[in-house]
């Protein structure tokens, strides 16, 4: 809110410096903005009383928006990149899985990983977690277990995410 928007009773004011200039009417608030030839903020409108500040408007916009965009910069969005089994999967191609999910995991997304069955192999789901975890001991130095290992339909599914240093 800015200016004329303001429709409280009384405000907090604080200075072009930062200074606290009291509690007063919105009304002296505004004379005193209007004084200053700069615009009167409402930068918290939830306070008791609600705080307002004299400042260059324009100004200020540019500044939040340039913080908005520097906090969107920062941020790092996580992946979840999925990785497929088979119940008889040989052991070769088990740790070509392991290193895949390896690399996942340095660049720091999560990983989920799928066990999946097919027709008879339902039948030994029970037999076939060890997989999994043998598939989680081999990533037990960089990765640490999200989710463990629960059936989902005709698969199981775990999840993994990278250590916190």
């Known amino acids: 809110m800015v200016n004329g928007q303001i429709r409280f009773r009384e405000v907090r004011l604080i200075g072009t410096e930062g200074e606290q200039l009291g509690v007063m009417s919105s009304q002296e608030a505004l004379a005193k903005a209007e004084e200053a030839e700069l615009d009167l903020v409402c930068i918290a409108p939830t306070a008791k009383p609600p705080v307002c500040k004299i400042i260059d408007y324009s100004k200020y916009r540019y500044d939040m928006i340039r913080r908005e965009k520097e906090a969107r910069k920062k941020q790092k969005i996580v992946e979840l990149k999925e990785i497929r089994l088979s119940p008889n999967i040989d052991t070769n191609d088990l ?20 066990l999946r069955f097919r027709g008879r192999e ?3 789901m029970n037999q076939s977690r ?8 081999e990533l037990a130095d960089i990765a640490v277990i999200d989710k463990p290992s629960k059936v989902e339909g005709r698969s199981l599914v775990m999840f993994l995410s990278a250590k916190k240093n």
């Open 95 to 114: 740790t070509t899985k392991v290193n895949a999910a390896r690399k996942f995991l340095e660049k720091g997304n999560k990983v989920k990983v799928t």
């Open 122 to 124: 339902m039948s030994h």
């Open 130 to 137: 060890y997989i999994l975890d043998d598939f989680a001991k």
